[in-house]
């Protein structure tokens, strides 16, 4: 069995009456965010758990919308979003 392949899938949202609402996405969402999750320590470990509890881990701290693999529109995007993180086995 190989290494696990993470992917972040990204979901635009604007705020509408105060609240994130999701909107039209501007290009592709998802990516593949393998190498910059294994950059930080410990980081791993804690996304393969919260995947084995809930199915998904939570970027709370909106880390991924810097990823240098993500899309451009990604990282330039000015409103709310939600990022999601699961992994495949190849």
């Given at each position: 069995m190989s290494?696990?392949?993470?992917?972040?899938?990204?979901?635009?949202?604007?705020?509408?009456?105060?609240?994130?609402?999701?909107?039209?996405a501007e290009g592709e969402t998802a990516w593949d965010c393998t190498d910059y999750l294994r950059q930080e320590e410990g980081l791993e470990a804690e996304v393969r758990a919260a995947i084995a509890e809930e199915g998904y881990w939570l970027d709370k701290d909106d880390v991924f919308a810097a990823d240098p693999a993500a899309p451009?529109?990604?990282?330039?995007?000015?409103?709310?979003?939600?990022?999601t993180i699961v992994y495949e086995e190849h």
């Open positions: 290494a696990p392949r993470y992917v972040a899938t990204f979901e635009p949202q604007a705020w509408i009456n105060d609240y994130a609402v999701a909107v039209d451009a529109w990604v990282r330039d995007w000015h409103g709310p979003f939600t990022i």
